[in-house]
């Protein structure tokens, strides 16, 4: 019976995968110490290569998501170079020793801590901005003096294999190197011995991740997502607090850890809001169905994922308010959903339960301040 072919290119590349952290925990032993002209050199370098395949980058994530705004993905590219500009011209301070108090018994002598690299550091990408959440924790990897491995979402595809070329155009894959695969390879990143792992994502992958990297003691940072409530005083003006709401939930359609994930509205405020919000929303997106800044679902599993929460609120009794200016049916096959504001919300819908991460958002209503702060717990 002939192997899965999946299977066996997950099967050769954690064989490639654990290779290579061997190679590069040998070449960090090797030379463990960067020079400041090298640190600039790799920073340098990954600047360029970030503005060289600027335009490839962009597509390729537009591709991935179904469509992405042009306008967002630079936005990713941007924050990034800026990143790497600002780490350059402040390294000269961060790699310089800093002095330290000896205390009375060892008042003869003089105390310094001298910053070191860690030797290889793993990064675990995002789907929802594959650019930004590689490059800027790589960004500080490199410039602490560190070699890098980096595992690519799944869900992005084109965006690995544009990734991964650019990489190969700056390092050596010694010093930087893109892991691909399906869930498989990622669980067996981390399991790897990294002298320290980073992850942004779920909490409940995040929980996964913390035990693999437990079994090697690897030190982990965790970057999770959550509810993120959104306070409208009784006093704002309407009119400003919405267009700023629906920037954030509308920028890459909600699938952003820190948009606004629900809205706690004075009881006598939310018809007002619910106006103000769909003329923000119309104005920036007047024809939802043909404008290609609106950004897709990634792929059809967090799409049903979205229409489940609708369905499941609807069904527990809440009023949906599709938000779709120019009148247009999207069509499911592209991913494209509306905005939806949902009225008449209750603690145990499954939108209140989990992170929404897309384009809708729910309305909770208050009567006072200490009652909003109680349902942020509550929720």
Not at 16 to 25: C, M, N, T
Not at 240 to 262: L, S
Request: aromatic content about 8%; hydrophobic content about 45%; overall charge neutral.
């Amino acid at each position: 019976m002939a192997a899965d072919p999946l299977i066996l290119r997950e099967e050769q590349e954690i064989q490639r995968l654990e290779a290579l952290l061997r190679a590069q925990k040998a070449a960090f032993l090797a030379h463990p110490m960067p020079t400041l002209a090298e640190r600039r050199r790799d920073l340098d370098g990954l600047r360029r290569g970030l503005l060289a395949f600027r335009k490839r980058l962009a597509a390729a994530v537009s591709e991935d998501f179904g469509n992405r705004s042009v306008h967002e993905t630079y936005a990713e590219l941007m924050s990034s170079v800026q990143g790497i500009r600002y780490a350059r011209r402040h390294l000269r301070g961060w790699m310089r020793p800093s002095r330290r108090r000896a205390g009375l018994l060892m008042a003869t002598t003089r105390s310094r801590v001298h910053y070191q690299p860690k030797g290889v550091a793993g990064i675990i990408v995002p789907w929802n901005y594959p650019l930004a959440l590689s490059l800027g924790p790589m960004t500080c990897a490199l410039a602490a003096g560190n070699r890098v491995m980096l595992k690519m979402s799944e869900a992005t595809p084109r965006v690995n294999e544009v990734f991964r070329e650019l990489i190969a155009s700056v390092f050596d894959e010694e010093q930087v190197a893109v892991i691909l695969g399906d869930v498989a390879v990622g669980r067996a990143f981390a399991r790897q011995p990294f002298d320290h792992l980073l992850f942004t994502g779920s909490t409940e992958v995040g929980r996964h991740i913390m035990r693999a990297a437990a079994d090697n003691l690897t030190p982990v940072t965790l970057e999770l997502g959550g509810k993120s409530p959104t306070l409208i005083s009784d006093d704002v003006s309407l009119e400003m607090a919405a267009e700023r709401i629906c920037f954030g939930k509308a920028f890459n359609a909600g699938q952003t850890c820190v948009a606004p994930d629900y809205v706690l509205c004075p009881a006598g405020r939310v018809d007002e809001f619910v106006r103000a919000f769909e003329k923000a929303f119309a104005e920036m997106y007047p024809d939802l169905h043909r404008n290609l800044d609106y950004t897709c679902i990634v792929n059809d599993r967090q799409y049903r994922r979205l229409l489940g929460y609708l369905d499941d609120a609807r069904a527990m009794g809440a009023e949906i308010i599709e938000l779709n200016p120019g009148g247009t049916r999207t069509d499911p096959g592209q991913r494209k959903l509306p905005l939806h504001l949902v009225k008449n919300v209750t603690p145990g819908m499954r939108l209140m339960q989990e992170e929404i991460f897309g384009p809708i958002l729910p309305i909770v209503t208050y009567d006072g301040v200490e009652e909003a702060m109680w349902m942020c717990i509550e929720f």
